[in-house]
C-alpha cells in the first residue's frame, strides 16, 4: 500500500510538470507470433523466409500454362504487352535493352516472393507454397537458368545465381554537374530543336468539345525561328520535313480514325516495331499501298484509306508524316 | 433545404426545355450537368443561360444575383465549380491495365503549391483496395524488443506532425528520354503532387518498438493486392519518414493509402508504401520486385543502378505551358514550380533563349524543404517566339542539369530520374509546345 501510494505520487509529479516519461508509450498491442506469421510473406535473396516444400520444373510447367501463359506466354515471351519473362540475354546494353528475369533480375528470391505475394494478377496470394516452387522453377528453366530436372526448396532456390547480379551497384548520383552560368552560356547557332511526335498524346483537354483520346490541337509546332534569338538554322533541322509536316493534316482528316488505334491491323502512328517492316519495303511501295490499296496478313488498308477527294500527293504527304514519325 | 428554393420538377423540366431550344450543341454537356445536379435537389437556381451570356455581363445585371443561392450544407461535401475542368487524366498506351498504372496531376490548372487530394496523380500496382479502417492494422515485428499491432486509434494517440512534401513518380518526364513525346504538362510532369501530411514520426514508432542494434533495414508493405513492398535504410527512417493518416487537413483519399500509408520525403514516390500493413525490421536489404526488376536504372554499358532513392532537383514553367498559350501581348508573370528531393529550393533561373541568357526569379513565400516552391519572373511578351526553360538550384548547391548531360551520362534509354531543364517553344501566335533542344 505504501509502495502504491510513493508511485502515484510520482505519476501526478510528471503529469503536472508535463514530462513524458522515457521510454516506450505504452501504445499498442503485442504482436503474436500467429499474428506475424499470418502476414510475414517475404523473402530474401539469402533464403530467410523460404518456407518448406518443393516444386520441380515438370510441375511448374503445367501450372504455369493453366494460370501464368494467358499474360506472360507459353515461353514467357509475353502476350501482347504483358510482361516478359524470358529471354533478353545481351540486349542490356543494346538500344534495345530487354529487361526480363533471367537477363535482368538480380536475385531468384524476388521471383518466388513476388509469385507469391502478387500473382497471378488477378488472384494474389492464391497460390500454394509447392506451386511457387513449381512455378518459379519453370520460370527460371524457360530462362535457362536451371536444368529440366531441377526440384526447388529452401536449399536448392538459394543456391541459384542469377546472371546479372553482379552488374548492379548502388545509387551514385548526382553524375552531372551543371554550372549557373548567366550570359552566352550556349550557342545558339548550334540549336537542334525536335518537336514531339503528334498523335501519341491524349490531348483531349486542350479544347473545350473535344472528347476523343489521342486527339491532338491544331496548329503548327514548327521550331522558334526570331531572328532575336538567332537560331534561324533550328527551322532547317526539325524532326519532320515539309512532306510531313503537310501530311499532318491530311493524317487528321482522313487517316487517324485506323492510325490512331490500329482498327483493321493498321499499323499505328508512333509504333516503331509496327512501322519497321513496313518503312523497309521502301516508301515506294508504301505509297502505292496507300494509294492504290492493299490487303495484308494483318488487315487491309482501303485505296486513299477510302477518302477519294484525297489527291495522289495528299496521300504521299501523309504516308511521309507516318513514317516520320513512327521511326 | 428552406421550400423557397425546392422547385417543383415539372417548373425544372420546363426550364430545361426551354433552355434546351437555343442551346448550343457545345454547351449540351455542360447544361445537362447542371440539369442532372439540378433535378438531384442539389440546387436548380444556379443554372445558367450559357447562350445568352452577354446577359450577365455589365451593364446588366447578371442572373446569379438575381435570387437566392443555395443555402448551407446544400452539398456537405463540396464539389469544384461545374464551370471547373479539373481532372487526372493518363496516358493509356502506356501501361497495358488501369489497375497497374498511373495518372497524372493537372499541373497545368493548379495555382499555389498544395495540390488538392482529389486530382493527386495516381500510381497503383494492383488497384485500389477498399480497406476498413477499424479492420486495417499496422504489424511491426522483426529485430525489435516489442512487436506491436497497432490500430487507426492507437496511431492517433502518438505525438503527430504535419508537414507540406512533394510525391514524385521516378517515371516523371520518363517518356521524354528518348524525344520530346508529350504535347502537355500534365504528361510530361504531371506525376508530381505536394500535400500536407499529418502522420506520426516512423522514429517515434520505432522507439515504441525498440530496434535491436542488428536491426538497419526496414520492409514497408502494403495491403493491396499487388502487396505493394520497399526496402528502407533504418537511417531514412529515422531521419525523416512519417506514418501518415492525413492528407490536406482530411483523412487520405484511397487513392493515396487510406486510412495509412509511409512518406519518404523527397525519396521515389513509390517508396511511400500505401495501405500500410507490415514494417519489419531485419538487417539487410529484400531486394523486392520493385527495387530490382523495376525502378532500377540501366545505364548504357548495361550495369544498373539500384536504391535510387532520391528524386533530385527538378522545375517546370507552368505558365505558360501548352494548355496555357498566350493570348494577347503586353505584361506576362512566367510562373513555375521547383522541387528538390534533397532540400530547399535555392534559386531558380528563367531562359526565353534556350539557355543562351538566364534571368533570375522570385520564389514564393513558402519555402519549405522537400517541397513545390513557386517561381516567377515578370516580363513582357510581344509575340516574339521564345524558347522558355527553368534551371532550379538547391540549398545543396546542386544545379538541374541539361537533357544533354543527362543523356551523355545515362543514354537515351533511361526510364526514371528524368529531372532535365524542360523547353517549352513559344511561337508568334502565343501557342506553346513541348520541343528539345540538343
Known sequence: ?327 | MSKLYEPSLPKLMEAIATEAKDMRAMDRRNFLKGGIAAVAGLSSVQMIPKANASANLPPSLPEWQRHLGPGVVAKPYGDPSEFEDLQRRTVPWLTVDAASSISMTPLQDLDGIITPSGVVFERYHGGIPNVNPDQHRLIIHGLVERPLVLTMDDLRRFPSVSQIRFIECPANGGMEWRGAQMEALQFTHGMLACCEWTGVKLSTLLEEVGVKPEGKWILAEGADAAGMSRSIPLKKALDDTIIAWGQNGEALRPEQGYPLRMLNPGWEGNTSVKWLRRLEIGDQPWHHREETSKYTDLMPDGRSRRFTWVMETNSVITSPCPENPLKQPGFLEIRGLAWSGRGRIKAVDVSLDGGVNWHRTELGELVIPKALTQFSLKTQWNGQPWLLQSRAIDETGYVQPTLKQLRDERGGWSIYHKNSIHTWNVTETGDVYNVQIS
Open chain 1, 1 to 327: 500500500m505504501f509502495k502504491y501510494l510513493r508511485f502515484s505520487v510520482v505519476v501526478v509529479a510528471l503529469a503536472v510538470s508535463g514530462i513524458v516519461p522515457a521510454g516506450p508509450l505504452g501504445i499498442g498491442s503485442t504482436a503474436t507470433p500467429e499474428m506475424i506469421a499470418g502476414w510475414d510473406i517475404d523473402i530474401r535473396p539469402d533464403g530467410v523466409g523460404l518456407p518448406p516444400g518443393q516444386g520441380s520444373v515438370a510441375e511448374g510447367e503445367l501450372l504455369y500454362e493453366a494460370k501464368c501463359a494467358s499474360c506472360h506466354g507459353l515461353f514467357g515471351e509475353g502476350e501482347g504487352r504483358w510482361p516478359v519473362l524470358a529471354g533478353g540475354e545481351g540486349t542490356l546494353d543494346t538500344l534495345h535493352p530487354e529487361k526480363t528475369v533471367g537477363s535482368y533480375w538480380p536475385y531468384a528470391s524476388t521471383l518466388w516472393d513476388y509469385i507469391y505475394r502478387a500473382m497471378p494478377y488477378t488472384a494474389p496470394q492464391s497460390l500454394s507454397n509447392e506451386e511457387v516452387y513449381s512455378i518459379a522453377a519453370y520460370v527460371l528453366y524457360l530462362n535457362d537458368i536451371v536444368e529440366e530436372d531441377f526440384v526447388s526448396n529452401k536449399e536448392t532456390f538459394t543456391q541459384v545465381k542469377m546472371p546479372n547480379e553482379e552488374n548492379f551497384f548502388i545509387d551514385n548520383r548526382p553524375d552531372v554537374q551543371n554550372g549557373r552560368c548567366f550570359e552566352n552560356c550556349a550557342d545558339p547557332s548550334t540549336f537542334k530543336i525536335v518537336t514531339t511526335i503528334n498523335g501519341v498524346t491524349p490531348t483531349g483537354h486542350f479544347k473545350e468539345d473535344s472528347g476523343v483520346a489521342a486527339n491532338h490541337y491544331e496548329g503548327n509546332p514548327s521550331a522558334a525561328s526570331g531572328s532575336e534569338l538567332r537560331i534561324e538554322k533550328s527551322v532547317t533541322k526539325v524532326a519532320l520535313s515539309k512532306e510531313a509536316l503537310l501530311g499532318r493534316g491530311v493524317y487528321d482528316k482522313a487517316c487517324q480514325t485506323c492510325h490512331n488505334s490500329g482498327i483493321a491491323g493498321a499499323p499505328k502512328l508512333g509504333d516503331v516495331s509496327g512501322w519497321v517492316d513496313r518503312i523497309g519495303q521502301g516508301m515506294d511501295t508504301l505509297n502505292d499501298h496507300a494509294i492504290n490499296g492493299y490487303q495484308g496478313a494483318d488487315g487491309v488498308m482501303p485505296a486513299k484509306g477510302g477518302n477519294m477527294a484525297l489527291s495522289d500527293d495528299d496521300v504521299v504527304n501523309a504516308v511521309a508524316y507516318m513514317v516520320e514519325a513512327s521511326r
